[in-house]
């Protein structure tokens, strides 16, 4: 089992930025696939960013691509994700998400733990 935490979440302006961070239960997560997504009211949960095993490869949706960047840190078994040039439609609750696997995913179905979620709110 894994037990993730988001937390860094706020109201920001649009323009702005913010880092969230997902802290695990378990010491290291270099075995693990990390992904984020995000769900706005009314909407589906949609992939947003997530980062390989062993600080592997970075995948981006295009919506954030060259705005968001995801890191991993092993040693605080955490990985970030860095928003900048927000804007009001990344308004949502983002998700941390673990994927005991080798590859990369970008469907949630694809992820066996989850947190809690933190809200992200871009006021225009």
């Known amino acids: 089992q894994v037990q993730l935490v988001e937390s860094g979440g706020g109201l920001v302006q649009a323009g702005g930025s913010l880092r969230l961070s997902c802290t695990a239960s378990?010491?290291?997560?270099?075995?693990?696939?990390m992904g984020w997504f995000r769900q706005a009211p009314g909407k589906e949960r949609e992939f947003v960013a997530a980062i390989g095993r062993n600080d592997g490869p970075r995948y981006y949706a295009d919506s954030v691509k060259g705005r968001f960047t995801v890191s991993g840190d092993n040693a605080k078994s955490a990985v970030l994700l860095q928003m900048a040039s927000l804007k009001p439609e990344d308004t949502a609750v983002y998700y941390c998400?673990?994927?005991?696997?080798?590859?990369?995913?970008?469907?949630?179905?694809?992820?066996?733990?989850w947190g809690r979620g933190t809200q992200v709110t871009v006021s225009s």
């Open positions: 378990r010491r290291t997560l270099s075995n693990y696939v």
């Open positions: 998400a673990a994927r005991f696997a080798f590859a990369g995913s970008r469907r949630s179905d694809d992820y066996n733990y």
